[in-house]
């Protein structure tokens, strides 16, 4: 493992010097030999280095099969000045926590105590595993092309699509299917929706989104030069025949539209934030010699069959950040005036002072009345034009008691009428007045309207006085469409402020993930790629009624001419 002095990043030369970024490992194996104590001396014979495994590893002077080698630690500062060495060896039987170790270039054998854990020669104890570094409830898009490319032998690209589908996540486990396209044996498209009763496969697109979170690398190899970041081919990689049938051994085909597909299909995750992964699948990994020419592999890390190429590039989404909806600004006072017209909810409240109008109808007797009030305005029956006129212009024609028939010339209410005058009409005599007018309504129809003197009562504070209207000034108008285009503007601003904000931070981050994924094919274990690679039968649920038809397998070698890669034909 070394150090970048340029940037400070440490590197395994074992895998061509990929990121040794696990942390908590980088930080117990520097701390690692600090505080060593000697708890005993072993031998000082270099005799019994063999049997205690502190055999200094020097390539020039071991031979293949020689035994009793130790682990050489050696840390080294600025200028490769070598800051402290040791070489470990067995464990001391009965212990697992005391080793032997010794100084090269010295014989004695010391017993320390020491965590041999910390200085693993298995390349993902140095690595950070964590290949998306996503959360499960972030994602908010799956979008998945199923497909098989395989190499024809005249060096053609055939393919077999089997579907399209772009899936939404809903408030973090709702799956919505978006879009479903699938592909018959002429491999033309043909939508499809969901019929009465299916519904997505829930249980499978889950398992599908933790799978994307626990993603984890089993081990890398290095890419060809030529490969941009967004994973498209320039024209050096597609002259370049050996770096192609590098891409195509691990099931990636550059083709000569600058794309490259790859053997088992794609897969697109976008996140809240804007940023999408692009994850394409390749071969099955074979065996240590084609999981990493260019570099050294461990002979005794063990190497299994059942894992698969991947290549990974991010991009942002531009579809998650849509323009901000932006108020308009006024130009004018009138525009002004015209955004900030009242509500429609506005208009009965001002029609509302004309309501209590309604009951002042004469045909309302009932309505009762204080007795204070109406008092001074039923006397004077010798001249009612004059009170009628100051009082109720209504009730001028109806008021007219003057004119009796001889009935009424006899008739008691008259005379208690007339002493209300007299006394200022006295709140104790009124009620003696209305009875006799209300027990003869049939008799003497002139003298039912008598009773509309009650009307004022209700008018009295139903009239608001109008308020004068202030007239703005021309500087007061300008000064007002003036503050209100400074409000709009700034909030406009805002929210644009707003969304280029997320769209950089979206793009950062998208940097910042394809800094870690240019150079480098990873290899993931294939139980993960089978649930990322969900089948078009799987993918729905159907009726309990309804019987499963397998599709039709169509051979890919079989599937008619299809792209042709560059630098690979006859």
């Given at each position: 493992m070394s150090k970048d002095e340029a940037t400070g990043v440490w590197s395994l030369p074992s895998r061509n010097n990929y990121p040794a970024d696990a942390a908590e490992q980088m930080q117990a194996a520097a701390n690692s030999l600090v505080g060593v104590k000697v708890?005993?001396?072993?031998?000082?014979?270099a005799e019994d280095h063999a049997s205690l495994g502190v055999v200094e590893p020097k390539a020039d002077a071991l031979d293949v099969g020689d035994e009793g080698v130790g682990l050489l630690v050696s840390f080294k500062g600025d200028k490769n000045?070598?800051?402290?060495?040791?070489?470990?060896?067995?464990p001391v039987a009965g212990s697992n926590e005391k080793r032997y170790v010794r100084k090269p270039?010295?014989?004695?054998?010391?017993?320390?105590?020491?965590?041999?854990?910390?200085?693993s020669t298995t390349f993902s104890d140095w690595i950070e595993k964590d290949l998306l570094?996503?959360?499960?409830i972030d994602i908010s898009r799956v979008d998945m092309q199923v497909y098989d490319s395989a190499l024809t032998s005249a060096g053609s690209l055939s393919m077999n699509r089997t579907y399209d589908a772009s899936l939404e996540v809903e408030a973090g486990s709702d799956w919505k299917l978006l879009s479903l396209v699938k592909y018959d044996q002429e491999q033309q498209p043909q939508p499809v929706t969901l019929a009465e009763g299916e519904k997505l496969a829930t249980a499978k697109l889950n398992e599908l989104k933790n799978a994307l979170d626990e993603l984890k690398i089993a081990d890398v190899a290095s890419k060809p030069k030529g490969m941009s970041e967004n994973l498209k081919a320039d024209k050096d990689l597609v002259s370049d025949n050996e770096a192609i049938r590098s891409l195509a051994v691990r099931g990636f085909f550059p083709v000569n539209t600058g794309e490259i597909l790859s053997a088992n299909g794609e897969m697109s995750v976008t996140l809240n934030?804007?940023?999408?992964?692009?994850?394409?699948?390749?071969?099955?990994?074979?065996?240590?010699?084609?999981?990493d020419p260019e570099g050294d592999q461990d002979p005794e890390e063990p190497v299994g069959g059942a894992n698969r190429y991947l290549l990974v590039t991010a991009q942002v989404d531009e579809s998650m950040f849509p323009p901000p909806a932006l108020k308009s600004i006024p130009k004018t006072i009138e525009e002004l005036d015209a955004m900030n017209q009242p509500e429609p909810a506005d208009a009965p409240a001002a029609a509302e002072p004309?309501?209590?109008?309604?009951?002042?109808?004469p045909t309302d007797p009932p309505t009762p009345v204080s007795p204070a009030e109406p008092a001074p305005e039923a006397p004077k029956p010798e001249t009612p034009a004059e009170p009628a006129a100051a009082e109720q212009p209504k009730v001028e024609t109806p008021a007219d008691p003057p004119a009796p028939t001889s009935e009424s010339a006899t008739t008691e209410p008259a005379a208690p009428v007339a002493d209300a005058a007299a006394d200022d009409a006295c709140a104790d005599d009124e009620p003696e007045a209305k009875e006799p007018a209300e027990q003869e309504p049939a008799e003497d129809a002139p003298a039912k309207p008598a009773d509309p003197p009650a009307e004022p009562v209700v008018t009295q504070p139903a009239a608001p006085t109008p308020q004068p209207t202030v007239e703005e000034t021309a500087e007061e108008k300008q000064e007002r469409l003036e503050a209100e285009q400074e409000k709009?503007?700034?909030?406009n601003q805002r929210m644009l402020d707003e969304r280029k904000d997320r769209v950089d931070a979206a793009r950062r981050r998208v940097r910042e993930l394809n800094s870690r994924f240019a150079e480098w094919y990873y290899v993931i274990p294939e139980s993960t790629y089978r649930k990322l690679r969900i089948s078009s039968d799987d993918l729905i649920e159907k009726p309990a009624s309804a019987e499963a038809t397998a599709p039709e397998q169509v051979d890919p070698a079989s599937a008619g001419p299809g792209l042709q890669l560059p630098g690979l034909g006859n």
């Open positions: 708890l005993d001396i072993q031998t000082e014979n000045a070598t800051l402290a060495n040791l070489i470990v060896g067995n270039g010295e014989n004695p054998v010391y017993v320390v105590n020491f965590d041999s854990k910390v200085f570094q996503l959360s499960s934030d804007g940023v999408q992964y692009v994850l394409r699948f390749g071969n099955v990994e074979g065996i240590a010699s084609d999981r004309s309501a209590p109008a309604a009951p002042a109808s709009i503007t700034k909030e």
